[in-house]
């Protein structure tokens, strides 16, 4: 089964960064586009950013432009979102997606992906 870790979640004071990543289990990242989502209880899980299979094409959700970056490293077979000027609004669990040859143009799509991690949970708190 494919599967994704996500890893690097943890409690953090208003207006600091948390750094996340994302790697597959048993295989290589090269070739999938990878989303990042988060899911409040009680809320539907919302798509945060992506970034494309080949291109390096990236998107972002209007809440988090200009504050979040997400990057990938294939050499390390690894996705990141680099989250700064963190909000309490921002607390969720966030979790990475994969989607073979994805190139971001339905990134919000949750049926697009194939792959989910199990999620690290992020809490913005004074």
């Known amino acids: 089964q494919v599967q994704l870790v996500e890893s690097g979640g943890g409690l953090v004071q208003p207006g600091g960064s948390l750094t996340l990543s994302c790697a597959p289990s048993?295989?290589?990242?090269?070739?999938?586009?990878i989303g990042w989502f988060r899911q409040v209880p009680g809320k539907e899980r919302e798509g945060v950013s992506c970034?494309?299979?080949?291109?390096?094409?990236?998107r972002y959700a209007d809440s988090v432009k200009g504050r979040f970056t997400i990057s990938r490293d294939n050499a390390k077979n690894t996705a990141t979102l680099q989250m700064n000027d963190l909000a309490p609004e921002d607390t969720a669990v966030y979790y990475c997606a994969a989607d073979l040859w994805g190139d971001c143009s339905k990134w919000q799509q949750e049926p697009e992906y194939e792959a989910w991690g199990q999620g690290t949970q992020v809490t913005v708190s004074s």
């Open positions: 048993r295989w290589t990242l090269e070739y999938y586009q």
């Open positions: 970034i494309s299979s080949t291109d390096g094409n990236t």
